[in-house]
């Protein structure tokens, strides 16, 4: 069955650092993996996404994520947080069904807190 | 455009008593996927409704019913509730199986 992990819980950056979440997934066909974040009261925004192609992938607000195939990994990176980032972030893949955007199986989540 | 709207944004139940939480879809959006998200978990996948049918369950009893209108909006029905059915409720709303549009959710809290 397909499963998300993200392995850190919280997360505590400076501000102006560099960010790294982890993702690894379980899947067993080519996955499409998807990066959300949620931030207190507001519904969950799309950061990117990857389906196919360049396993760079750029998304909006300066984050990207790498595919790498070979770790089952999606990680995302920021090179340098603002004090706006901090939200709780969902990696997700799309299960079978529907083709490019199925439905999304999410992992737990890992909680973003910015340190001024 | 107003995006996603969910209805209400928080509610208060008694175990055992129904609850009916309603979505509407961004503007053009046929496709409405209901998700639970628990407190400290992620999202986890009820059903999805196309056409006015469902076209898709996760792992959820049947206690769990929804239902879709002619203009796309949907309901999410959940009846003897019990404590464990405390969570976020999101809707999401897509064109076909399109980027998929949350909305703010509804709070359901149990007692």
């Known amino acids: 069955a397909q499963s998300v992990t993200q392995p850190d819980i919280h997360i505590t950056v400076s501000e102006g650092a560099s960010l790294e979440l982890r993702c690894n997934y379980s899947y067993g066909a080519t996955p499409y993996l998807f990066w959300y974040v949620q931030s207190p009261g507001q519904g969950l925004q799309l950061l990117l996404k990857?389906?196919?192609?360049?396993?760079l992938v750029q998304g909006i607000k300066g984050f990207e994520a790498e595919f790498k195939r070979s770790q089952s990994s999606f990680n995302l990176r920021k090179p340098s947080v603002h004090w706006s980032d901090a939200a709780e972030y969902f990696c997700a893949v799309s299960d079978s069904y529907g083709g490019s955007q199925g439905n999304l199986i999410f992992g737990k989540g890992t909680k973003l807190s910015v340190k001024p | 455009d107003a995006g996603v709207t969910q209805s209400p944004t928080h509610l208060i139940k008694t175990r055992g008593q129904q609850v009916t939480l309603r979505c509407s879809p961004k503007?053009?959006?046929?496709?409405v996927s209901w998700y639970q998200q628990a407190l400290g978990q992620g999202p986890q996948f009820i059903f999805q409704y196309y056409e006015e049918e469902e076209r898709q369950r996760g792992n959820f009893p049947d206690r769990f019913s929804g239902h879709q209108f002619p203009n796309y909006s949907s309901e999410l029905n959940v009846n003897a509730l019990l404590l464990g059915d405390s969570a976020l409720y999101l809707c999401?709303?897509?064109?076909?199986?399109?980027?998929?549009?949350f909305g703010p959710g509804t709070r359901l809290t149990v007692t």
């Open positions: 999401a709303s897509s064109q076909g199986q399109g980027k998929k549009y």
């Open positions: 503007s053009g959006h046929d496709t």
């Open positions: 990857y389906f196919s192609g360049d396993t």
